[in-house]
């Protein structure tokens, strides 16, 4: 199956190459076609155009390159209608505050980069499209964001808060929701409305633990949506393990948020980039 990506990045002549050879060339070696706004033939007025080529892609790719106010206000459209988006960049200082908790891929100017980098993301996409499209529910990550704390000189703990949207996306009732499962890597604790969720190992290829929590609705009306903020905790240094003790830590990765249901499991990926780091006083 083909899939369309629409490409948000400044319209200028220096973005060319990284366009064409960089994005557009992996994205069909993909399977995937990715197009911008300009290379279309149309009469409405171009913001508009922009907000219906978004809604109607299966995935965004944008350029925040350069900090261009245009891609971020398409990017934030892009994200509230809980689309798939792909963030770019060839400098780590572009990355918008608001935005930092979602990865990034950083290519440096360096199509070859970009291509490598892209191409990984691509085929990621298209899997985690097949999931979303099978599943009523859909989990969006709203926020996350970290602080470190010392504990004396022997362990680092990062305490995360991340704020997600439960959402039916589907165009009736949603089946009633038994319980949601994160799934993770190692050596995290998490909490819902106060209390410790139970964890056990994940039976998951990738991941290494689980946590179940029960959402306060268990069915959703087509098109409601829930918000759901957990508290995690997680080991980043301890003095009996491996590695040295560092000023931060950022955590980058992937997890999981299945659905247990009546009518079966559904689940899609989430990718977090979190940074933990010390509040100065």
Aim: proline share 4%; charged share 25%.
């Amino acid at each position: 199956m083909d899939y369309f990506a629409f490409v948000l990045m400044p319209f200028d002549e220096k973005f060319e190459d990284t366009y064409k050879f960089g994005i557009q060339a992996i994205a069909a070696e993909k399977g995937i076609r990715a197009e911008r706004v300009d290379e279309q033939t149309f009469s409405e007025p171009i913001l508009e155009r922009i907000y219906r080529q978004i809604d109607a892609a299966d995935l965004i790719i944008a350029d925040m390159t350069g900090r261009n106010p245009n891609v971020f206000y398409e990017v934030g459209y892009a994200h509230a209608r809980a689309k798939l988006v792909v963030l770019l960049t060839s400098d780590a200082a572009d990355i918008p505050f608001d935005l930092k908790h979602h990865r990034h891929l950083i290519y440096g100017g360096s199509i070859k980069q970009l291509t490598q980098k892209l191409g990984d993301e691509l085929s990621w996409c298209k899997e985690e499209l097949v999931r979303r499209a099978a599943s009523p529910y859909l989990a969006v990550l709203k926020s996350a964001s970290g602080s470190l704390e010392k504990k004396g000189a022997w362990r680092d703990e990062g305490q995360a808060t991340i704020q997600l949207e439960l959402k039916n996306v589907s165009g009736a009732r949603g089946p009633e929701i038994d319980a949601v499962v994160v799934h993770t890597g190692p050596s995290w604790r998490f909490s819902y409305k106060g209390e410790e969720v139970d964890a056990a190992s994940s039976p998951n290829e990738g991941y290494a633990e689980q946590h179940i929590f029960h959402p306060r609705l268990k069915r959703l009306g087509s098109g409601q949506s829930i918000p759901v903020r957990l508290h995690g905790v997680k080991t980043l240094w301890s003095s009996f393990g491996e590695g040295g003790r560092q000023e931060e830590y950022r955590i980058k990765g992937v997890m999981e948020v299945e659905f247990m249901t009546d009518a079966g499991s559904f689940s899609n990926t989430i990718q977090l980039n979190v940074l933990f780091d010390e509040i100065p006083f």
